[in-house]
């Protein structure tokens, strides 16, 4: 590849995509506010550092905070006047309507936004593959050129990314519901968990640390994502909040001592499960296809080195093909329970195999 691309912020994503381009043969220049943040982007093999190249870029990707991207976009689109710049913040209203007000030359701008990332941030948690079959949203200013989003399309795909396109308002409701309620939702049931007694934590099962996972995740950065997003999500939260006090109204009457309280209650309480199944059932399957259902077969696992690994190997000699892997971990037991998910038609084969393997299968 002879294209030369500047990446401006080199954390988490900034440097995942400089691995990601420099393997495809991309060259590519880091730059960052912290020297030591883009010198061990350099170490990790995300690219040169930016001050040491002089040939100009042909794309600018700005990797930067989202409070801060639109300043960064119009600085590289001064400083680099021949050069594409996209941004991969994760808001992109703000960035356009920023960017619009000060007059930039928005021709050569395309906004971006990669739907992939961690629960940490910064460099040292970078990953080469971390685009990997993730979708990767392009969202075209009012005036881009063709050729700077045909670019951009590029680099996406470079990084093993699905592109579609879209504006940049329908993007910032499509992620306050898909990505960014998810993290509130995940932060307030984590935080009921501050004032939790030890014992009663000891129960924790694998529900809770699936709706809590992404809790972990920068409290920092997702201030910034909030605030950049607060009129979309906000809308959701209104919608979400209401749901909540139907349940909450149902729970009480069904706990209410006065007869006929309770009417009512126990069908807010099913809808609203239902309802949940309904969009559940609506999320992608693999690689973007179809929603699939996938049948499960549960193994116990000795919580010993290799034990896993002979298990997924017995899988695979078994000519089965895993969709999915869950793992839960038997409280104050030396053992996990593997939940394999598989296509309905190779569960009974797959629990047959492994059993002969001497496995214990749960029923």
């Known amino acids: 590849m002879s294209r030369r691309v500047q990446i401006r912020g080199t954390g988490l994503i900034g440097t995942s995509l400089g691995i990601a381009l420099t393997r495809k043969g991309y060259a590519v220049s880091l730059a960052d506010p912290s020297p030591t943040a883009e010198r061990l982007a350099r170490d990790l093999g995300a690219g040169q550092l930016a001050h040491d190249v002089t040939a100009p870029p042909d794309l600018v990707v700005v990797a930067a905070p989202p409070d801060v991207a639109a300043g960064v976009v119009a600085q590289a689109l001064t400083e680099c006047p021949h050069a594409v710049v996209t941004d991969v913040a994760s808001v992109k209203g703000a960035v356009l309507d920023a960017l619009l007000a000060d007059g930039a030359p928005i021709e050569r701008y395309v906004g971006s936004h990669p739907m992939a990332g961690r629960e940490r941030s910064g460099a040292a948690h970078a990953r080469g593959d971390l685009f990997e079959g993730r979708a990767w949203v392009i969202v075209p200013a009012p005036d881009s050129s063709s050729e700077a989003v045909a670019l951009v399309e590029e680099i996406a795909h470079a990084a093993g990314s699905v592109t579609s396109r879209m504006d940049a308002a329908d993007h910032d409701d499509a992620v306050a519901t898909i990505s960014h309620l998810p993290q509130v939702a995940a932060s307030v049931v984590a935080a009921q968990l501050r004032t939790l007694e030890d014992h009663a934590l000891a129960l924790a099962g694998q529900g809770v640390r699936d709706v809590t996972r992404i809790a972990a995740s920068d409290p920092r950065l997702w201030t910034q994502i909030l605030a950049g997003n607060a009129h ?46 309904t969009g559940h059932s609506r999320i992608p399957g693999k690689h973007g296809a179809a929603p699939t259902a996938y049948e499960s077969v549960t193994a116990l696992v000795p919580d010993t080195p290799g034990e896993l690994a002979r298990l997924l190997a017995d899988v695979g000699a078994a000519d089965v093909n895993l969709e999915d892997l869950r793992l839960d971990h038997g409280l104050g037991q030396p053992f996990g329970l593997a939940e394999i998910l598989v296509v309905p038609a190779a569960a009974e084969r797959l629990r047959d195999a492994l059993r002969v393997k001497g496995w214990r299968v749960l029923e």
Do not use: Y
């Open 232 to 277: 979309s999500v906000s809308r959701v939260l209104q919608r979400v909040v209401a749901d909540l006090s139907d349940v909450v109204a149902a729970l009480e009457g069904l706990s209410a001592p006065e007869p006929g309280a309770d009417v009512g209650s126990l069908e807010v309480v099913s809808r609203t499960i239902t309802h949940g199944n």
